[in-house]
């Protein structure tokens, strides 16, 4: 398998236009806790998981994990995905937005939102949990 994903990104929300466009809102990377545990009410995940090959074509077990600095799995959600040849930008993709809700940090450090295809690692996006720097306004 040889997947290209040329975007995984956390944000606030995802809008889905008529044109087939998506307006991404409040794309980060970094998070601001004053204490821990601290929690993440609700964001989204969007991703553009690409099949290069006739290999990673058809039905495949996906799923995005949060996971802690430590690899411990944090939250999970996924399913099946199925590539299929459609001549688009790739032989094959799928743009994928998953709403995640009461997400919980319980350390500071380098958190990964990471996917996973049958089970192999295909791409992370880090997430740094941080305490606010001096003057941060909530």
Do not use: W
């Not at 929690?39 to 099949?51: D, G, K, P, T, Y």
């Not at 077990?61 to 949060?66: K, T």
């Amino acid at each position: 398998m040889a997947y290209k994903v040329p975007y995984l990104i956390l944000a606030d929300a995802v809008h889905k236009m008529q044109n087939g466009k998506l307006n991404i809102v409040g794309i980060f990377d970094r998070l601001f806790f004053r204490n821990l545990p601290g929690a993440l009410a609700e964001c989204v995940i969007v991703a553009l998981i690409a099949a290069t090959g006739d290999d990673d074509l058809g039905q495949h077990a996906a799923s995005f994990r949060i996971e802690s600095p430590g690899r411990e799995t944090l939250a999970e959600i996924g399913g099946d995905m199925r590539f299929e040849a459609t001549g688009v930008t790739y032989l094959g993709q799928i743009r994928a937005v998953i709403q995640m809700r009461n997400l919980v940090f319980r350390e500071y450090g380098r958190h990964r939102v990471t996917l996973y295809i049958d089970d192999e690692e295909v791409a992370f996006c880090p997430i740094s949990v941080e305490e606010p720097p001096e003057g941060f306004q909530d």
